[in-house]
């Protein structure tokens, strides 16, 4: 089985860059199960229902999110209905939506890491908890864990290795060059990448976070546009949920006319 799991996509060129590449990719690339993080997708900061459907209707069959979850207004009720679309499972229960999915024999869990982003429930914890629930139905098992921190990442990585088919990291939006596979069968990579605008401090116009960062004022960033890639990893499994292969996907995406 081949899992096409895509990094986080940044506002309108990153949805773009999905609803017109995703699904000739999916393709090319021979996959059978696709995973977008979309947890940036509207304007940089969280996701809208309507944009949730069209990233699945391009070709996810899940969407993953992060700390942007409540980012739009009037998006949180949706997660109720939401079968596919998943927050991270380590925020309060007290919140509408789900962490993990089984999906055409596939589990996917989106966990929220603890460095700098504050869960509610440390992801170490719930993993082992969800991780567990998930292998009753299925052997294949994907984690989005979205985090800042290589330390954390690595170490879920390890934490899961022989459990889980794949850990995926997202979040930072800079694509990681140790994709590799654990003895124990576990696919992993510190971060997928960014799917959006890379001429850009991670999807946005550089000018903003410069005056952030040299006045300490907080300036509204705005959305880039140049240079546009899908990033990702495909990770390869047998019906054991072993990974057998992970490698990188980097694919430049041409600007409309
Ligand atoms: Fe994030």
């Not at 079968?83 to 993990?100: D, I, M, Q, Y």
């Not at 330390?151 to 088919?165: H, P």
């Not at 890379?198 to 550089?206: A, Y």
């Not at 054991?240 to 006319?257: F, I, K, N, S, Y």
């Amino acid at each position: 089985m081949r899992i096409l799991f895509v990094g986080d996509v940044f506002g309108s060129p990153g949805r773009r860059a999905v609803e017109s590449r995703l699904p000739s990719l999916r393709d090319e690339l021979r996959v059978d199960f696709c995973i977008v993080n979309g947890e940036n997708a509207a304007d940089g900061r969280g996701i809208t229902a309507k944009i949730a459907e069209r990233l699945l209707a391009s070709g996810a069959d899940v969407v993953t999110l992060g700390n942007w979850v409540w980012g739009q207004q009037g998006f949180a009720p949706y997660l109720n209905g939401a079968e596919r679309v998943l927050r991270p499972a380590n925020l309060s229960p007290r919140t509408p939506g789900r962490g993990l999915v089984v999906h055409d024999g596939v589990a996917v869990i989106n966990l929220l890491g603890e460095l700098t982003l504050h869960p509610f429930e440390s992801p170490f914890l719930a993993a082992e908890r969800l991780v567990e629930e998930a292998l009753r139905e299925t052997s294949v098992l994907v984690v989005d864990f979205h985090a800042e921190a290589t330390s954390e990442k690595v170490a879920m990585a390890y934490f899961l290795e022989g459990r889980a088919t794949a850990v995926i990291g997202t979040h930072t939006h800079v694509q990681t060059n140790d994709a590799r596979v654990l003895a124990g069968g576990t696919a992993a990579v510190t971060d997928a990448g960014m799917t959006g605008p890379h001429d850009s401090v991670i999807g946005s116009l550089p000018d903003g976070p410069l005056r952030r960062f040299t006045t300490g004022l907080p300036v509204r960033l705005e959305v880039a546009s140049g240079d546009v890639r899908i990033e990702g990893a495909l990770v390869e499994c047998g019906a054991d949920g072993r990974a057998t292969a992970c490698e990188l996907v980097r694919v430049h995406v041409e600007p409309p006319d």
